[in-house]
């Protein structure tokens, strides 16, 4: 609900501040007073465009700041909280929108900077304004099925998940065919890269083990010479170790003649054993580093397959084996990919089913309720003097390209104004006078449904009286007992139902002109509404006519 709106330098308003409540408030005043300012600074706070022309002559600045209480479930709180806009609990939502001279503009939220485009989000569902020429609202045949779903009392939550399922199996079977096709365009490069594969058998760690092996025979190659050698002066009839033995055979034989001797003979004795010993290890060594050439040519043609295929496939040797099984895996993939593929077009086949059935259900759903509301409204047109007028909801089917969660209909407002005429949408059929009394039998029809906190109509009254004025002041006064409603009017039937009244005035004193708004006593107001039945000269007989119209 709306509860303050303070305006600042907005063309002839210098300084305006008003307070509002629930129920049905009018504002009411002489052609040219400045009510269209009004609604243009409110226009402005709910994130309309920005004009330069609405800054007040020699002022530097418009600012219009409005002030709105809001149940804590509103729509509204979910949108601040998301942009980190939320005020203290049980604090007002304030907006409020500055216009310079030199044509920028800012806006806030609750004192922080917030964009024009949330402002006008946020503006939307706090305050509907109708008037003769609003492209928004009701006119607006995309907010149609949504209205008419709240009329109705509609559930959308099974269409809604039937939907989710329904896209995911598609989404599934799209991702398997995109694959089987991606492997089936590789399918001949796929076979001859696993016959090759196989063909080789790449074991894990494979070229790891050959590089050593090979390493270790190429370097027993290069030391067999030395060895060779080596064993020569060591061993053999003439070598060391024969000398040795020998010599301490000599020495045996003389060793007891002396110490030094004996001695000399552990020592020699020790030689012969450490000898020994080192022939055996070279003996070992060479045969672990002997090198067989067959092997080593083995190794080096295994070793030369490995890496070039690695080199092909641009992986590394160790990870053919990896590469082989998954390429494997993407020829059988190919080659059993239609079980899957069947399995997955069963499911997306009956999650659509699923879908469709749950659609039809709110399909008929919307055509119960799209013939309860055409009833509706039927009953509000004739006391609004369009007795010839027709209203029908149009609920067609869509094209499976635009089903969604919201179902697989299109929901339209239509109207003919004329016996025989073909029904059309509401702007492109209704005059001016009969667009604003649609509006208003819709609201009516629609109750609940779809109604911002505050609701305003501009001279809904417009070229009608008597009756018909009436008629549409009993039915803002039904609608206001719903909601708050404001509505902007010349009728003195509908200013008479209003449960508080302003009245707009302009001024000049020789030097400026201004805008004022007042809000009227009982007094004041009974002035107004007879001002309002007989013109400039208020007589005696419409200042009753006014009280008549009070008391009923």
Wanted: aromatic share 2%; with cysteine.
């Amino acid at each position: 609900m709306l509860t303050r709106l303070a305006i600042r330098d907005v063309v002839l308003i210098e300084a305006l501040d008003l307070d509002f409540r629930n129920g049905l408030g009018v504002l009411t005043g002489e052609t040219g007073a400045g009510k269209s300012i009004l609604l243009d600074a409110l226009g402005l706070v709910l994130g309309r465009r920005a004009d330069s022309g609405l800054v007040r002559v020699g002022a530097r600045q418009a600012v219009v700041t409005a002030s709105f209480e809001l149940p804590g479930d509103h729509a509204v709180a979910t949108l601040l909280e998301e942009n980190g806009l939320a005020g203290e609990p049980g604090e007002p939502l304030t907006l409020r929108r500055i216009v310079k001279v030199d044509g920028g503009s800012r806006a806030t939220i609750n004192d922080q900077p917030a964009s024009a485009g949330l402002l006008r989000e946020i503006g939307a569902h706090l305050v509907e304004i109708h008037g003769q020429h609003d492209d928004r609202g009701l006119l607006a045949a995309g907010g149609h099925r949504d209205l008419l779903d709240a009329f109705g009392g509609i559930d959308r939550g099974g269409v809604a998940r039937a939907h989710r399922t329904w896209r995911a199996a598609e989404t599934r079977l799209a991702g398997a065919r995109e694959a089987i096709d991606t492997a089936a365009r590789d399918r001949e490069w796929l076979a001859h890269a696993v016959a090759e594969l196989d063909a080789l058998g790449p074991q894990p760690g494979e070229e790891v083990t050959l590089a050593e092996e090979r390493a270790a025979m190429q370097k027993g190659a290069r030391l067999t010479g030395d060895l060779a050698h080596v064993v020569d002066h060591l061993g053999g009839a003439d070598g060391a170790l024969a000398a040795l033995r020998q010599a301490a055979r000599r020495l045996d034989r003389i060793a007891p003649e002396h110490a030094l001797l004996a001695s000399a003979l552990a020592a020699i004795d020790r030689a012969v054993i450490e000898a020994a010993e080192a022939e055996a290890a070279l003996a070992d060594a060479a045969e672990t580093m002997r090198c067989d050439p067959a092997r080593l040519e083995t190794i080096e043609t295994r070793l030369f397959a490995l890496r070039g295929l690695a080199r092909k496939h641009r992986v590394a040797p160790d990870d053919l084996a990896t590469l082989a099984a998954e390429l494997g895996g993407r020829l059988a993939a190919i080659d059993g990919g239609g079980t899957g593929l069947a399995r997955l077009e069963g499911e997306a086949a009956a999650a659509r089913e699923t879908y469709v059935a749950a659609a039809e259900a709110l399909t008929a759903a919307r055509g119960a309720a799209a013939a309860r509301l055409d009833e509706a409204v039927a009953a509000e047109l004739p006391p609004l003097k369009l007795d010839t007028a027709r209203f029908r909801t149009l609920v067609a089917p869509l094209p499976e390209v635009q089903w969604s969660a919201l179902g697989a209909d299109r929901v339209e407002f239509l109207i003919a104004t004329n016996p025989g005429a073909p029904f059309g949408a509401l702007t492109r059929i209704a005059s001016g006078g009969e667009l604003s009394r649609f509006i208003l039998a819709l609201k009516v029809a629609l109750a609940e449904a779809g109604a911002a906190a505050t609701m305003i109509f501009d001279e809904i009254d417009r070229g009608v009286g008597g009756a018909v004025a009436n008629a549409i002041g009993e039915r803002l006064a039904r609608l206001a007992a719903r909601t708050q409603l404001l509505v902007v009017t010349h009728s003195p039937q509908v200013a008479s139902r209003a449960a508080r009244h302003w009245l707009i005035a302009k001024a000049h004193d020789g030097r400026v002109t201004r805008t004022s708004v007042q809000a009227l006593s009982e007094v004041k107001r009974r002035e107004e509404i007879a001002r309002m039945l007989s013109g400039a000269q208020v007589t005696n007989e419409a200042r009753a006519q006014a009280r008549r119209l009070l008391a009923a």
